[in-house]
């Protein structure tokens, strides 16, 4: 008779144990794969939505009422929300609207972790809030206008996002070559794809999109690598060897690139929820005025917020997006 063969019970239980144990490892990474991109293409079309909503209006700026008294205090502020409801609903689907100090009504987190993980933020709800640098002063604004300390309203997508808005009615056009970009900025919004739930970090499922300009507006939603470069480099170089900025991008990942001047813009807005620093040289974007090494690019300082071009050859910092 022939002997039959067969696995024990205790290498029965072995051999699970170690699927047990490899499951445990290689499950977690592969669920972060799948959600991250999933809240990459989700990222993507809410910004396609919103720049498309955008673009049918005639005009960003004006909506609503906001006035201080001599003291500065703030007597009306209807501006974010009649945004949403006069303007924003008109051409975009919105399932439900929160009015100032009612953010967590429309599913938006109190608090929310900056895009490096290493510091939680209370969730800003005025534009000072979202970053101090926004407020009009004597060097943070110019001859176009300046900017409303406006509280944020909020709303629902039908496709579950809840999302922040930071209005400035007082937004003027691009009709300078040289200024500050606070008072170009008519829209941020800061957005949870899913709702409170979490992680609730920046970079995961909280970003921000940014619309720019009151006529022929620039609608944009950088999404920034963790960390800038190491050090300083050109925009621009012909010396063999020597890395120039958008390279450096590449090198530090393919899937990586130079921001264009409405987008380094952008993360200027939204500098403290990215961990961006304060330093007083210019970040350094794509967008290019004239060619070659002693040609111009436009640059940004995120110390002011002041937007100016520059020469390609100046050293200059650099923070990268996705793309």
Known sequence: MKKKKGFTLAEVLITLAIIGIVAAITLPSLLV??????????????????AQAIGQMNTLGGYGTYTED????????????????????????INNVCGPDKLSSCGIPSKITTLNGSSELTFPTKMSELNEKLLNGSHYTDEDGDVADTKAAGFETENGESIAVFYNPLC?????????????MCVNFIYDLNGA??????????????????????????????????????????TEGEIDAQAVCKTMGEDLRLPDRDEVASLFINAPLI?????????????????????LCWSQLFNTGYRFHTNRAYPGYVRCLRK
């Open 33 to 50: 794969n799948v959600n991250e991109k999933a809240w990459d293409a989700q990222k993507k079309a809410l910004h396609a939505r919103l």
């Open 70 to 93: 001599e003291e500065g205090t703030t007597t009306a502020d209807t501006a974010a929300e009649s945004f949403i409801l006069d303007a924003l609903s008109k051409v975009y689907k």
């Open 172 to 184: 003027s056009s691009d009709t300078t070559a040289n200024h500050y970009v606070q008072n170009k």
């Open 197 to 238: 739930e979490g992680p609730n970090q920046v970079g995961k499922d909280v970003g921000f999109i940014t619309a720019f300009y009151n006529k022929t507006p620039v609608v944009v939603a950088p999404v920034p690598y963790n960390t800038d470069y190491t050090s300083t480099v050109k925009q621009y170089t012909e």
């Open 275 to 295: 961990n961006l620093g304060e330093s007083a040289g210019g970040y350094w974007s794509s967008s290019v005025t004239t060619i070659g090494l002693y040609g």
